[in-house]
């Protein structure tokens, strides 16, 4: 298997993949109005096509890749993709990114297929605060998601996103989850992207503050997560583990890993950047894995050093969470 190097000396051995750009949240940071414009089905890659895009980049050394959407459990052949994915040859990871609310319905049937562990998406443990993130009564299907993934054994990481300027987010409670379960709640900064680009982002350092005040003492934890741009702390009191994912007060572009594609076959080799190249084009003209791996190769090359400044226009659900 060989290592992918882009000209900065990063080794690029990450890949998501968004197989979807629908979403039944109407988060307001992300997708806030209940009509949009979706790609026609006919647009996705199929599960055929996403088979070949990972085998492509899996025999060129990405062993991990991360399925998000949009909500990818809106896929009804999530299974299937997953399996088809976990089947391939070298892979070492095959995880997912979901807002959890159908995910207790289908979690055991994904780990069979061979899903490793899932980021869930939740910014409040209030029900009235939930509704008025994301336009939906739907708290009590997430917290039962997080429930069955304790139950079979599904590693869960919580990520949640504080609202700056909404005053009723109380993001400290979902620290709780940690304190309950064995899993990982991370605050993630907002970040300047379609809606998102309304909301100042809250420092990691403040909430870090916030959470000593509360709960005492924190150490920080040593991670063999190679490229995770999460820093992890522990607490005696907690089952589970608190990080912080800082990409405005702290940039981690010299370290990224990682390239994404979205539900129509874009290839962005940096989240704040427009897409550039497309795999869906590059299929439909008969590519075959060799032809997509030097495709790949010569993009990754290409890859910019850093995303401190934006030109990326579209909505995060259309990019890919």
Not at 81 to 95: H, P
Request: hydrophobic share 40%.
């Amino acid at each position: 298997m060989n290592e992918q190097t882009d000209r900065f000396g990063r080794h690029i051995d990450y890949m998501r993949i968004s197989v979807t750009d629908r979403c039944n949240l109407r988060c307001v940071y992300c997708m806030p109005k209940e009509q949009q414009q979706f790609l026609p089905k006919t647009m996705l890659l199929t599960t055929q096509q996403w088979e070949m895009i990972c085998k492509a980049a899996i025999e060129m050394g990405i062993y991990k890749i991360r399925i998000t959407g949009g909500e990818p459990l809106l896929r009804e052949d999530i299974v299937a993709l997953v399996e088809r994915i976990a089947n391939i040859k070298g892979i070492k990871r095959v995880v997912m990114t979901t807002n959890g609310v159908l995910l207790a319905q289908k979690a055991n049937r994904l780990q069979k297929a061979g899903l490793q562990g899932v980021n869930i998406s939740l910014d409040t443990l209030d029900r009235m605060q939930y509704k008025i993130l994301t336009k939906r009564d739907a708290l009590a299907d997430v917290q039962k998601s997080i429930a069955v993934c304790q139950e079979i054994g599904m590693p869960v990481k919580i990520n949640c996103v504080p609202v700056g300027g909404l005053e009723k987010q109380d993001y400290l409670q979902v620290a709780m989850l940690a304190k309950q379960y064995p899993v990982a709640v991370r605050f993630i900064e907002m970040m300047p992207i379609g809606a998102g680009a309304k909301y100042q982002p809250i420092q990691n350092e403040i909430i870090q503050k916030q959470l000593t005040e509360i709960y005492g003492l924190w150490t920080q934890m040593h991670t063999e997560e190679i490229g995770s741009p999460a820093v992890y702390w522990e607490n005696e009191n907690f089952l589970g583990k608190i990080g912080f994912i800082s990409p405005r007060s702290h940039s981690f572009c010299h370290a990224c890993n990682r390239i994404r594609i979205t539900a129509e076959g874009k290839l962005k080799l940096c989240l704040h950047h427009p897409a550039d190249g497309d795999l869906k084009i590059l299929l439909e003209n008969g590519a075959d894995t060799t032809q997509i791996k030097q495709y790949f190769a010569q993009k990754i090359w290409q890859k910019p050093k850093d995303g401190h400044t934006t030109d990326e226009k579209r909505p995060m659900w259309r990019i890919g969470g």
